[in-house]
């Protein structure tokens, strides 16, 4: 893995070095508000202000459009297709419809996904693991989710660079997949292989934290001590992702 996201959780931004309870509960309030949302100019509004929060971050363009790159090719899927699938006013082309309310709902769903996915981007590149979980916790989110949530973070990249050696062992041995039974019998052992190691690391992961103490129960060092700037930020992070779209929604076109 040449980039992933703990390389961007080291800055110095004020989002860096806020307190991580308050950014998780800005974050959740907001993405929740926009779900939510049924109007789309709501939730275009907050995509444009997240965008905005990502590179105050310290978050380069090219970064963000490569992480939300398969998202966008998935959403243009669903933009251009339901203007012509929903019914409702709109232009007529001799046997094809444009629909007015299709293209909303699109522009809707489509907002909506970016924007929450933008939010979720931001909190995990600018929070360290050690401070997100910590966060949770204090936020009252059961221990063994917080448990289940840690070990596939710090697993899931470990994983991805063992099926890399596989892929790299199989390549350098000639192997070329292909739509063949036998390109569909390596894939099947593969997977298998993967699935057997990882079930043995697994048992050797418990074996070694039984071995040091380990009770099922985790115990925190004291965290950070939230400051009145913490709290500022975390009213302008809702504000103008949230507030602020909904009042200019209301205000230029009455809902």
Request: proline share 4%; with cysteine; aromatic share 10%.
């Amino acid at each position: 893995m040449t980039l992933t996201l703990r390389d961007w959780a080291t800055g110095n931004s004020p989002l860096h070095r806020m307190d991580s309870r308050w950014k998780l509960a800005a974050i959740l309030t907001v993405a929740v508000a926009i779900v939510l949302a049924d109007n789309w100019r709501i939730p275009v509004l907050a995509c444009v202000s997240t965008g905005l929060w990502l590179r105050y971050a310290g978050l380069p363009w090219n970064w963000i459009g490569s992480r939300l790159g398969s998202l966008a090719a998935f959403l243009a899927l669903l933009v251009t297709v339901l203007p012509f699938s929903v019914p409702g006013p709109g232009w007529t082309f001799g046997p094809i419809h444009f629909s007015f309310r299709g293209m909303e709902l699109a522009a809707l769903i489509a907002a909506r996904a970016v924007t929450v996915s933008g939010l979720a981007l931001l909190l995990l590149a600018t929070t360290p693991l050690d401070r997100l979980l910590r966060g949770l916790v204090a936020l009252r989110v059961p221990g063994l989710a917080v448990q289940l949530l840690s070990m596939s973070l710090r697993y899931v990249y470990l994983l991805g660079d063992e099926f890399f050696r596989v892929r790299l062992a199989l390549r350098s041995r000639g192997y070329r997949h292909q739509f063949s039974a036998h390109s569909y019998r390596t894939t099947a052992n593969v997977v298998g292989s993967l699935v057997v190691r990882s079930q043995e690391r697994a048992e050797r992961v418990a074996q070694a934290m039984l071995c040091r103490g380990f009770t099922g129960k985790w115990r925190w060092l004291p965290g950070q001590r939230a400051r009145l700037s913490d709290t500022i930020l975390a009213s302008m992070v809702v504000c103008t992702v949230w507030l602020v779209p909904w009042f200019l929604s209301a205000l230029c076109f009455g809902n």
